[in-house]
């Protein structure tokens, strides 16, 4: 059936999920997740992973560090592997154990590391000076409006008024938290977003805030901004509540609904289109930013 719905040539028009597969989604938007904890570049010329980020609170914590060189996973080299082949080494239950043998300055090291539940860090706030502060939101979870909201706040008592909102490679997360979200800014009855699904219905997502918050506004995106931190992006803009600085984003203008088969599978269909508040589709296409600045992933990530 799938294979109609969604043919090889158009893979993201239908996903289909196993009961298991999809409580891990269910945890990574609720801010948990199951994993190692690392986040990494893959050099295909030598086959190796370079690690550029170790999540906090996270299994790989205590045991690898930035820039570690990852050649082979449980005794597989690396050199012809697809990305999709590398993540599914990295995978697995919760409790598995991965070996990662690493090159470590001028060591080699096998390191052994238990994938493992933890909390996952979606806000980092880092003050800078001139009254400039810098909000990275990595994904739109249950927790990010309040918690956001929470940070704005006590950065607006320390006298912080300008914001840069970091949203490169923020690939998305739950749609009313980004809705949630974009609505901070906004007063009261400014539209935060326009919808039309397959039952030709119109709606229109307004703003019910009569005390948003003030900020002069920067957001940074990059052709990884996706989904709900496209909606953010082109909320704010619209309303001139906030300038856009970086490349064109990645163009996911559509929302999907979710249905439960008689086996517990989840199958996930799209069922409408999205549109900024002035009308604008950003399908395919993405968010042009108010200023264009080329940027170098290996350094974003």
């Known amino acids: 059936m799938l294979r109609h ?3 090889p040539k158009q893979k993201d028009l239908a996903t289909i999920w196993t009961s298991s597969e999809y409580q891990k989604i269910l945890d990574g938007l609720k801010g948990k997740q199951v994993s190692l904890g690392f986040k990494s570049s893959f050099n295909a010329n030598d086959g190796s992973l370079t690690v550029t980020e170790v999540l906090p609170d996270s299994p790989a914590e205590s045991v690898l560090e930035l820039h570690d060189r990852i050649l082979k996973i449980n005794s597989n080299e690396l050199k012809g592997m697809s990305l999709h082949e ?34 996952t860090e979606n806000i980092v706030v880092t003050k800078l000076a001139d009254s400039i502060a810098v909000v990275q ?6 927790d990010i409006p309040q918690n956001l909201k929470d940070a704005l706040i006590k950065l607006k ?4 008024g300008r914001l840069i909102l970091d949203l490169r490679n923020n690939q998305g ?12 800014f906004l007063p009261e009855n400014h539209v935060l977003l326009r919808t039309y699904d397959r039952k030709k219905e119109l709606q229109n997502y307004v703003s019910a805030n009569r005390e948003p918050l003030e900020f002069e506004t920067v957001i940074l995106v990059n052709e ?13 803009q619209d309303h001139n509540k906030a ?19 008689e086996n517990g599978f989840r199958v996930k269909f799209i069922t409408g289109t999205m549109y900024s508040p002035k009308g604008r589709s950003w399908q395919n296409k993405g968010i042009l930013p108010d200023f264009f600045v080329k940027q170098d992933n290996k350094i974003l990530s």
């Open 137 to 142: 939101i990595k994904r739109f979870t249950t």
């Open 157 to 160: 008592k320390e006298n912080f």
């Open 5 to 7: 719905i969604s043919p």
């Open 243 to 261: 300038l856009i600085v970086g490349t064109s984003t990645f163009g996911k203008g559509v929302f999907e609904t979710t249905y439960t088969t």
């Open 224 to 236: 990884m901004t996706a989904s709900s931190a496209e909606i953010l992006a082109t909320s704010l």
């Open 173 to 184: 997360g739950l749609f009313m938290e980004a809705l949630k979200t974009a609505e901070l």
């Open 86 to 119: 590398l993540n599914a080494l990295l995978e697995g239950d919760e409790g598995s154990k991965v070996t990662l043998t690493v090159n470590r300055g001028l060591d080699i090291l096998d390191l052994t590391i238990k994938l493992e539940k933890f909390e």
